[in-house]
């Protein structure tokens, strides 16, 4: 008789970046690679943050609002990048790229 083990759809992880969230909107250093479509977000404080095109862009405080250690997963284009801002207080949004 087989065994069926139910198993959780996923991706896999690949470059991760930070972002240093503030009083002013900053944003990725690096845009999203040719193959990603997905990312992975997470933060250690409470944050705001924007999708936004390699030129440029901010985020704003009207932005999608982010809890701390809460992980969100959104699509995005090759190419783009994420900007974010503090809600409450200094910390560090985690972007991670899926494939």
Same mark, same amino acid.
């Given at each position: 008789?087989?065994?069926?083990?139910?198993?959780?759809?996923?991706?896999?992880?690949?470059?991760?970046?930070?972002?240093? /969230?503030?009083? $002013?909107?900053? +944003? =990725?250093?690096? *845009?999203f690679g040719s193959e990603t479509f997905q990312v992975r977000l997470?933060?250690?404080?409470?944050?705001?943050?924007?999708?936004?095109?390699?030129?440029?862009? /901010?985020?704003? $405080?009207?932005? +999608? =609002?982010?809890? *701390?250690?809460?992980?969100?997963?959104?699509?995005?284009t090759p190419g783009q990048k994420?900007?974010?801002?503090?809600?409450?207080?200094?910390?560090?949004?985690?972007?991670?790229?899926?494939?």
């Open positions: 008789m087989a065994v069926f083990q139910i198993k959780q759809p996923s991706s896999r992880p690949g470059t991760s970046q930070d972002i240093t /969230t503030g009083a $002013a909107s900053a +944003t =990725l250093a690096n *845009p997470c933060t250690t404080t409470t944050c705001r943050y924007r999708v936004v095109e390699a030129a440029g862009g /901010t985020a704003v $405080a009207t932005d +999608t =609002l982010l809890h *701390p250690d809460q992980l969100e997963y959104i699509t995005v994420i900007a974010a801002i503090q809600e409450t207080a200094a910390g560090k949004l985690n972007v991670t790229e899926m494939s």
